[in-house]
């Protein structure tokens, strides 16, 4: 069974576990941006706190760099983001290890706790509805969202690799 969009709108749609998917993906979208309009974020701030918590439970160092890499975003515009991010109390810059001049960022206390409460009504509808299945059930579910990660991750690496399309001729 294809996985490709249809050519036009007339044919086959995916195949129905991936419509969930992305239904999923579409909803965990909507809650991020309410969650983080009530708390006066945007969604690349809730993204950047969560790289810097990934790679923090990883014990990595994250950088700017490392920010602007996982988010894809330009000099300037990883360096407002910072700065957001620390002006709102989420983010401390510090400066350790040999190499003084590199800056780390380190989530705060209060970036913690602010997350926490965003994520908390979240976190009790799916801990309800996790609780429906089996173990094993929730293995098998665990194997395929961790394969259809992966699938997301090579397919954004394939995209980034392909040459963007030309502009359309105007005539």
């Given at each position: 069974?294809?996985?490709?969009?249809?050519?036009?709108?007339?044919?086959?749609?995916?195949?129905?576990?991936?419509?969930?998917?992305?239904?999923?993906s579409?909803?965990?979208?909507?809650?991020?941006?309410?969650?983080?309009?009530?708390?006066?974020?945007?969604?690349?701030?809730?993204?950047?706190?969560?790289?810097?918590?990934?790679h923090t439970?990883?014990?990595?160092?994250?950088?700017?760099?490392?920010?602007?890499?996982?988010?894809?975003?330009?000099?300037?515009?990883?360096?407002?983001?910072i700065?957001?991010?620390?002006?709102?109390?989420?983010?401390?810059?510090?400066?350790?290890?040999?190499?003084?001049?590199?800056?780390?960022?380190?989530?705060?206390?209060?970036?913690?706790?602010?997350?926490?409460?965003?994520?908390?009504?979240?976190?009790?509808?799916?801990?309800?509805?996790?609780?429906?299945?089996?173990?094993?059930?929730?293995?098998?579910?665990?194997?395929?969202?961790?394969?259809?990660?992966?699938?997301?991750?090579?397919?954004?690496?394939?995209?980034?690799?392909q040459?963007?399309?030309?502009?359309?001729?105007?005539?």
């Amino acid at each position: 069974m294809s996985t490709e969009m249809p050519a036009n709108p007339g044919a086959p749609g995916p195949p129905p576990l991936v419509s969930l998917l992305q239904e999923f993906s579409l909803e965990a979208n909507r809650y991020a941006d309410s969650a983080g309009a009530r708390n006066d974020m945007h969604r690349t701030d809730l993204n950047a706190l969560s790289v810097i918590m990934q790679h923090t439970a990883r014990n990595q160092i994250v950088t700017p760099s490392v920010l602007r890499k996982e988010l894809h975003l330009s000099s300037p515009a990883t360096t407002a983001l910072i700065d957001r991010l620390h002006s709102s109390g989420h983010v401390i810059r510090e400066r350790e290890g040999p190499d003084r001049r590199q800056v780390q960022l380190r989530m705060t206390p209060k970036a913690y706790r602010d997350g926490g409460a965003m994520f908390a009504p979240l976190a009790r509808h799916m801990g309800a509805a996790l609780a429906d299945f089996t173990p094993q059930e929730l293995e098998l579910a665990t194997r395929f969202m961790t394969s259809m990660i992966d699938a997301t991750v090579r397919a954004g690496q394939e995209a980034a690799q392909q040459a963007a399309p030309p502009p359309a001729d105007p005539h």
